[in-house]
């Protein structure tokens, strides 16, 4: 499992990759599926801070769709909480997804955004396992399994 330290240095040698070679450059690498910024389990996306979406390298389809207004399972505006993090320097944003190497079950994911400039972010997730539905004095909730 990625620890939290490595999945901060992941997406800070990205924000270097692209200090040194420049945007365009360094989207056309975050989207390259076989890329250098895949390694095991973390990929680099990008997005702006409207929402749409600059690097996604396992859904090509999504490139240029802006995903500001759109929800997780759980009901979570998941960009745009991504986004807010990444307004403030960096910071972390759990999430709901499904995860296509376990059957599409839907997991808890622990993002890390850090802002590129006034115009974008950059981020990388890791799973950590699947969501658990508890129940509360008659009502039904989902929470992450392992959240701090």
């Known amino acids: ?18 200090k040194t070679n420049g945007r365009e450059k360094a989207l056309a690498e975050f989207n390259n599926p076989n890329g250098s910024f895949i390694k095991g389990e ?3 996306y990008a997005y702006d801070f409207n929402g749409t979406t600059l690097a996604l390298p396992f859904n090509p389809e999504k490139i240029g769709i ?7 399972p759980q009901g979570e505006f998941f960009i745009w909480n991504m986004s807010d993090a990444a307004r403030n320097g960096s910071g972390y944003s759990w999430y709901y997804y499904a995860n296509s190497a376990q059957n599409n079950t839907v997991e808890a994911k622990l993002g890390y955004v ?33 959240q701090p």
């Open 1 to 18: 499992m990625t620890s939290n330290a490595s999945l901060v240095s992941f997406v800070d040698s990205a924000v270097a990759y692209v």
């Open 42 to 44: 973390l990929y680099i």
């Open 66 to 72: 802006n995903r500001m207004n759109e929800i997780d």
């Open 114 to 146: 850090e802002k590129v400039d006034d115009d974008w972010f950059l981020g990388s997730c890791v799973y950590s396992g699947p969501a658990v539905t508890v129940t509360t004095n008659g009502l039904n909730a989902t929470k992450a399994r392992n």
